[in-house]
């Protein structure tokens, strides 16, 4: 796992939106997922977003209501 590398990072687990029990889709809502056999492409990521946040809410909000520190704050690259 790498998220113990990435401390300042939010990582969020999509596959509750697109996994049952037995396999995970290739396609939501007729849109492919996938760029490759195991990355997503960038439209999948957007809709998996946007699902994500109608259905937990958006955890970069809660980051910044509970006072955690902006990662550009501590001269990380910022994101475009």
Known sequence: AVAPDFPTVTWVRVDSL???R???ATE???VPLYFDESHLNDV???LLARKWIAAHGNPLARQVLAGKPDPGEHGEAERP
């Open 22 to 24: 037995r396999r995970c």
């Open 18 to 20: 697109m996994c049952d």
């Open 28 to 30: 939501l809502d007729g």
């Open 44 to 46: 999948a990521s957007r």
